[in-house]
């Protein structure tokens, strides 16, 4: 199994910085993939961000110029730094880990339990 582990949330006001760290452990072959989802309160999840294993990124339009992905493949960690924080961007932030068990194994994703982001105004 794969295990996806978040850590850095936690309450700043707005125009602060937060970094989220998220480690993938367990039986891994290889990591595709790295991506983080939001989910505010009342909402449906959303994609925030990804990066390819090439380090390729992709930014939601809103958070684009605030908020930075990147990952340490060695560690098998993916990070979203977060500046310039608004309230509107108050949720929990979820990692999603697309990675392969095996040489043979299929591709697949995994979820993180998700860490809560408040920002204050």
């Known amino acids: 199994q794969v295990q996806a582990e978040e850590s850095g949330g936690g309450m700043v006001q707005a125009g602060g910085s937060l970094r989220l760290s998220c480690a993938a452990s367990g039986t891994i072959f290889r990591i595709n993939t790295m991506a983080w989802y939001r989910q505010a309160p009342g909402k449906q999840r959303e994609w925030v961000a990804d990066i390819t294993s090439g380090g390729n990124t992709n930014y939601l339009d809103s958070v684009k110029g605030r908020f930075t992905i990147s990952r340490d493949n060695a560690k098998n960690t993916v990070y979203l730094q977060m500046n310039s924080l608004k309230p509107e961007d108050t949720a929990v932030y979820y990692c999603?880990?697309?990675?392969?068990?095996?040489?043979?194994?299929?591709?697949?994703?995994?979820w993180g339990q998700g860490t809560q982001v408040t920002v204050s105004s």
């Open positions: 999603y880990v697309e990675a392969r068990r095996s040489m043979l194994a299929a591709t697949q994703g995994y």
